[in-house]
């Protein structure tokens, strides 16, 4: 399984930029799919999850009513939406997946099986 990650970039504080995550063809449906982050110096944190069962929806408190994370099934493809952007959002983007779990190791790192290789958002203050 191979995921893609892109759409990081420079913006400015109370910007909005959109990250997607490719897939490989056909892993898309069947994974739970999740969005971490790690800031300069900071360990890899929890951003969003999509299961993908049922297409629940799960954040971060500090991105809670900022980030919206979505998944597009037909392009094994997962997004995440981030408006309002801080400069505590800084930080390199991975997205991952995962086969099976419950629900309570949603937001762990360590219940992912995959991982991309990361997109850095910079946001200026």
């Known amino acids: 399984v191979q995921l893609q990650a892109s759409g990081g970039g420079l913006v400015q504080a109370g910007g909005s930029l959109r990250l997607s995550c490719a897939a490989s063809e056909g892993t898309g449906s069947r994974y739970d799919m999740g969005w971490f982050r790690q800031g300069p110096g900071k360990e890899r944190d929890f951003v969003a999850a999509?299961?993908?069962?049922?297409?629940?929806?799960y954040y971060a408190d500090s991105v809670k009513g900022r980030f919206t994370i979505s998944r597009d099934n037909t392009k094994s493809t997962v997004y995440l939406q981030m408006n309002s952007l801080k400069a505590e959002d800084t930080a390199i983007y991975y997205c991952a997946a995962r086969r099976t779990g419950i629900l309570s190791t949603l937001r762990n790192a360590e219940a992912y099986h995959y991982w991309g290789q990361g997109t850095l958002v910079t946001v200026s203050s």
């Open positions: 999509i299961r993908w069962n049922n297409g629940m929806e």
